[in-house]
T-cell receptor, first 112, second 112 residues
Framework: GDSVTQMEGPVTLSEEAFLTINCTYTATGYPSLFWYVQYPGEGLQLLLKATKADDKGSNKGFEATYRKETTSFHLEKGSVQVSDSAVYFCAFVIQGAQKLVFGQGTRLTINP | NAGVTQTPKFQVLKTGQSMTLQCAQDMNHEYMSWYRQDPGMGLRLIHYSVGAGITDQGEVPNGYNVSRSTTEDFPLRLLSAAPSQTSVYFC???????????FGQGTRLTVV
């Protein structure tokens, strides 16, 4: 069935470190891919998205590339800040389907 | 622009009690959905609606009812609360099921 596997957390980094959060998916159709972020006490908000193979989504210094051959959508940022501390969710939706499929979330903590 | 508004933010129920979680959006979105978020499990779809008067079950619908009498509102009803329904509940809306989802801030529900 459809599923998302995310890098297990929690992840703790120092400010200005390089970040990678791995995400792979299993989809029965052609998915659009998303990264959502949940800051403490808030709902989820879209961080970036990619709708077809080789597309790169980017926002706030974060990037992720839609890799169809490896069914992956890894999240990267070159230099993290304390304000990036949050829970990050990888997700996809299949054309014609009615739901987002989420990974379990990765909690990221950035120390000054 | 309020986006997606959920009420209440926190609720404690006794086993067997009933209650309604409210969700309203002001973006004229056709698609609305309810998710529950449990530790280590990401978000799971409870019910969704593709437009006023139309609702359908997600992957974990048992114990919950929904209705969609207007485009703006999509309440979630717990008929007889159980401890297994202790969770954080998120309402989301989008133009269609394939586009960016906008989330409310969540309702933290505890059933004792």
């Amino acid at each position: 069935g459809d599923s998302v596997t995310q890098m297990e957390g929690p992840v703790t980094l120092s400010e200005e470190a390089f970040l990678t959060i791995n995400c792979t998916y299993t989809a029965t159709g052609y998915p659009s891919l998303f990264w959502y972020v949940q800051y403490p006490g808030e709902g989820l908000q879209l961080l970036l998205k990619a709708t077809k193979a080789d597309d790169k989504g980017s926002n706030k210094g974060f990037e992720a590339t839609y890799r169809k051959e490896t069914t992956s959508f890894h999240l990267e940022k070159g230099s993290v800040q304390v304000s990036d501390s949050a829970v990050y969710f990888c997700a996809f939706v299949i054309q014609g389907a009615q739901k987002l499929v989420f990974g379990q979330g990765t909690r990221l903590t950035i120390n000054p | 622009n309020a986006g997606v508004t959920q009420t209440p933010k926190f609720q404690v129920l006794k086993t067997g009690q009933s209650m309604t979680l409210q969700c309203a959006q002001d973006m004229n979105h056709e698609y609305m959905s309810w998710y529950r978020q449990d530790p280590g499990m990401g978000l799971r779809l409870i019910h969704y609606s593709v437009g006023a008067g139309i609702t359908d079950q997600g992957e974990v619908p048992n114990g919950y009812n929904v209705s969609r009498s207007t485009t703006e509102d999509f309440p979630l009803r717990l008929l007889s609360a159980a401890p297994s329904q202790t969770s954080v509940y998120f309402c989301a809306s989008s133009t269609t099921s394939n586009t960016e989802a906008f989330f409310g801030q969540g309702t933290r529900l505890t059933v004792v």
